[in-house]
């Protein structure tokens, strides 16, 4: 496959961007993005010229540091599919693509098509944990979790935290991941003893780098693992109840 690649080039935070072409020539179809980014990054080092700044790291679709926008849409054309996992195959011979990244407040350019993403760790750091001592490892049957649970918490622990949601959301609201950082432990009985303290700070956090949810359903559209605005639904409600019972993060 041959195509031409339109991709934003920026040397730093702090300067200006803009679009650059490239030609990627001789393309397998059977490439992954990523992989064809890596061919053109090595005729750019060849020809002497700076390569592509691009994040990435399993490369497969678990570790979330690949996205960026592909013809307008978070990790491109494919649904359900990270970009690491997106294959040329699902593009035509001759097609022009435009390669960007995240566009979010939240997001900051760090250089080319790479953002800065650590507000979703701060978020993190806010309450998407367990800190209650639980002691030594107990045989796992001791308690037990209805399996439809189970499987409800497994659907949020699926969040890869790769922030598309905010990307594609026209607020930049990042309630599709909070919502799945808590919901995944909220729904399980360890997660309990913190679950009103949890959901008060992290959405307290998250609400001082991005802004807020006016039901589009784009995050749920973006999301590569497919996870339901429903636990937005979920988040909402334990928000509301922890107004009034669970401390201020100030007393924790």
Request: proline share 6%.
């Amino acid at each position: 496959m041959d195509l031409t690649l339109r991709v934003w080039r920026q040397e730093g935070p702090d300067r200006p961007g803009g679009f650059e072409e490239y030609r990627a020539r001789d393309i397998s179809a059977d490439a992954s993005f990523l992989e064809m980014l890596d061919v053109v990054n090595d005729r750019l080092t060849v020809e002497g010229r700076e390569p592509i700044a691009f994040e990435h790291d399993c490369r497969e679709g678990i570790c979330g540091s690949c996205g960026v926008m592909i013809d307008g849409r978070p990790h491109g054309p494919q649904g359900g599919t990270a970009t690491c996992q997106l294959h040329m195959r699902h593009f035509t011979d001759g097609d022009v693509i435009v390669v960007e990244p995240w566009r979010a407040g939240g997001f900051p350019v760090l250089k080319d098509l790479v953002v800065d993403r650590s507000a979703l760790d701060r978020i993190i750091e806010a309450g998407g944990f367990i800190s209650v001592d639980t002691g030594s490892a107990p045989e796992a049957n001791l308690t037990p979790v209805p399996k439809a649970v189970a499987d409800r918490a497994m659907d949020a622990a699926a969040c890869i935290g790769c922030g598309a949601c905010v990307a594609a959301c026209p607020n930049n609201a990042a309630q599709l991941f909070t919502a799945a950082k808590v919901a995944h432990l909220n729904l399980l009985p360890q997660g309990q003893p913190e679950r009103f303290m949890r959901v008060r700070s992290m959405v307290e956090t998250m609400e001082r780098f991005f802004g807020s949810c006016t039901n589009h359903g784009e995050c749920e559209a973006a999301c590569p693992k497919s996870i339901s605005i429903d636990f937005i639904a979920l988040l909402n409600r334990d928000f509301v109840r922890s107004q009034w019972r669970a401390p201020t993060t100030t007393g924790r």
